[in-house]
């Protein structure tokens, strides 16, 4: 009799516990389930600009349009710079992303305590900058702005650089009259007293041409090979890069992305960025993304990539120019990690 009590007792145990381990294993599958049915949240990514958008900064209009930043995960935002540049936001982390040029990075490395940021891509393959003057004035040479005015930031590596190609062709740096001024509408600049400003050609060279504006242009590189530094390039956080390495590359892939849309549909891409920017010419922004189409890659892998011995020749020449005190090692201030 004792026995059978014994055993009725254990079949109640064992009955209730394997009610229990049910009621367990019903709560953590639909645990899971909830879990598993819940969307990941996207990364947020604040990006900033270098100037007012214009057609350098296409491919990321074009990523945020066609999804490529959603479809890694990716929630960016797009915002134009305060007065002291892009670099400043990102060395603190209150943005992870932006556009600067290297000659501010060679600055950067000069210093004692260099600001917590890496270039990782390379927007352009080219340096597309260089001198625009009327044609009126007779400037077909960098030796012809001898007596001529030009319109200067003041800043020690445009004025060195205005001397370097000046020099080389034959001309008397001193004879430039430089006037500083900030020039934010070149053709009005042009038809002032102003004789030349310095310009990239993707933009205000091709506006110029657009409007039927009779003009002269000599670029930099074409004239000192060392002078083909990378222009406009996309910097990052380094503290960011370290803890988010493939949020930094899903990112990078979502603009690469966009800028190959950009170089093989120049027309769409162009109209895409004036949807988002209305006050932008149309017929400026579709001459200048045609003109882009031929530059973002131009001979390169790959788009964004950066090639270390043109990368070092040029902070070899701000050490040599006397623009920076320290010799810059090689490759330091880039990385091509973090492309696809």
């Known amino acids: 009799m004792v026995k059978k009590i014994i055993a009725l007792f254990l079949v109640i145990v064992l009955c209730i516990l394997s009610l229990t381990g049910c009621r367990n294993g019903n709560s953590q599958n639909q645990?899971?389930?909830?879990?598993?049915?819940?969307?990941?949240?996207?990364?947020?990514?604040?990006?900033?600009?270098?100037?007012?958008?214009?057609?350098?900064?296409?491919?990321?209009?074009?990523a945020l349009k066609k999804g490529y930043f959603e479809e890694a995960g990716l929630e960016v935002d797009i915002q134009q710079p305060p007065e002291d540049g892009a670099e400043a936001l990102v060395a603190s982390g209150k943005a992870q992303f932006g556009v600067s040029f290297q000659e501010n990075i060679g600055m950067m490395l000069d210093s004692d305590s260099?600001?917590?940021?890496?270039?990782?891509?390379?927007?352009?393959?080219?340096?597309?900058?260089?001198?625009?003057?009327?044609?009126?004035?007779?400037?077909t040479s960098p030796k012809g702005?001898?007596?001529r005015t030009y319109a200067t930031w003041d800043l020690p590596v445009e004025k060195a650089i205005l001397k370097d190609v000046v020099t080389k062709d034959g001309g008397d740096f001193s004879k430039v009259k430089m006037v500083p001024t900030t020039v934010t509408d070149?053709?009005?600049?042009?038809?002032?007293?102003?004789?030349?400003?310095?310009?990239?050609?993707?933009?205000?060279g091709v506006a110029a041409k657009v409007k039927g504006i009779d003009f002269n242009f000599f670029a930099f590189k074409d004239i000192n090979p060392?002078?083909?530094?990378?222009?406009?390039?996309?910097?990052?956080?380094?503290?960011?890069?370290?803890?988010?390495?493939?949020?930094?590359?899903?990112?990078?892939?979502?603009?690469?992305?966009?800028?190959e849309f950009a170089a093989e549909n120049p027309e769409e891409?162009?109209?895409?960025?004036?949807?988002?920017?209305?006050?932008?010419?149309?017929?400026?922004a579709i001459e200048s993304q045609k003109y882009l189409a031929e530059q973002y890659i131009a001979g390169a892998s790959r788009w964004?990539?950066?090639?270390?011995?043109?990368?070092?020749?040029f902070f070899n020449w701000l050490y040599e120019n006397k623009i920076i005190d320290k010799q810059i090692p090689s490759g330091k201030g880039f990385t091509n990690d973090y492309l696809n």
């Open 186 to 204: 070149v053709i009005t600049a042009l038809n002032t007293n102003i004789d030349a400003v310095w310009v990239y050609y993707a933009w205000d």
């Open 226 to 259: 060392a002078l083909d530094f990378y222009t406009p390039i996309i910097i990052a956080n380094d503290e960011y890069l370290q803890q988010n390495p493939d949020t930094a590359k899903a990112f990078l892939n979502a603009v690469r992305q966009g800028y």
């Open 304 to 313: 964004g990539e950066i090639d270390l011995q043109r990368w070092d020749t």
């Open 114 to 139: 260099p600001m917590p940021i890496t270039t990782v891509a390379a927007i352009i393959q080219h340096n597309t900058s260089g001198i625009i003057s009327l044609k009126s004035t007779g400037i």
């Open 31 to 62: 645990s899971q389930a909830q879990t598993q049915s819940q969307p990941n949240q996207a990364a947020k990514i604040t990006f900033v600009l270098d100037w007012l958008p214009n057609t350098n900064h296409t491919g990321l209009y074009v």
């Open 269 to 284: 891409a162009a109209e895409i960025l004036c949807e988002a920017v209305p006050e932008i010419d149309i017929q400026i």
């Open 145 to 147: 702005l001898e007596g």
